[in-house]
């Protein structure tokens, strides 16, 4: 399974879940970012890639289906509304995001807790 998380600059709440979910049950997991100045921009070839995408809020939601809408007709587009409040691996962050993104993976094992 191929996860893509997605934020404005890539620095710090796309960045901490690739870095917390990639290799777990075998997911793949890549991070980009919808602004210009994103630490690595989202093109059409991570949306090809993915299998799901996690955005963390709404805009970054409809800047994706403005800029990609035929790449996104056949995929799961997830908004987690995780507000850009916290800095890269924060805790209170990490916390978040497990508990939003687990029910969308597949039976987490033991590397999850």
Sequence with gaps: MKLLF???RNKWRSLTAEKIFDGINGYEVRSAGTEEGARV???EGHI???NIIFVMEKKHKRRLQERFPD???HKQL?????PD????MDEELIEIL???VYEYMEE???EWS
């Excluded at 997830?78 to 995780?82: E, F, R, T």
């Design 71 to 73: 790449k996104l007709k």
């Design 41 to 43: 921009k989202v093109t």
């Design 48 to 50: 090809g890639w993915s």
């Design 78 to 82: 997830i908004c987690l509304d995780i």
């Design 85 to 88: 409040e916290y800095r890269f």
């Design 108 to 110: 987490p094992g033991e």
């Design 98 to 100: 497990k508990s939003r």
């Design 6 to 8: 997605i934020c404005s």
